[in-house]
């Protein structure tokens, strides 16, 4: 669930760990595929990304145009390894 503690708590972790990354630019929601057809990133030619561990939500991101990243917690090494390239 997505409520105010869990989305300042990821958006911390992001700015943490990805400062270069502005947090306008990280979004939090329950609704992963119906917000990225509602924000136009795809027709701006935008790259969105989302990191989640459930298939269901990666499925909705990536048939609404979005690439994905499925994180587990024995992936966590190789899912900040591709963040920190992708953000360099």
């Known amino acids: 669930p997505v ?4 989305e300042n708590a990821k958006k911390q972790w992001a700015s943490n760990h990805f400062p270069s990354i502005q ?3 990280v979004v939090v929601t329950g ?12 027709e701006k030619g935008e790259r969105a990304l989302l ?3 459930r ?3 990666i ?4 048939e609404a145009g979005g690439d994905t ?10 899912t900040m390894e591709f963040l920190r390239n992708l953000v360099r």
Do not use: W
């Open 59 to 62: 499925r909705q991101f990536e």
């Open 31 to 42: 609704e992963k595929g119906a917000h990225l057809q509602n924000m136009g990133i795809i």
């Open 23 to 25: 947090s306008d630019k």
């Open 51 to 53: 990191v989640d561990d």
């Open 55 to 57: 298939i269901k939500y």
């Open 3 to 6: 409520d105010d503690a869990s």
């Open 69 to 78: 990243i499925h994180h587990s917690a024995e992936t966590v090494s190789n």
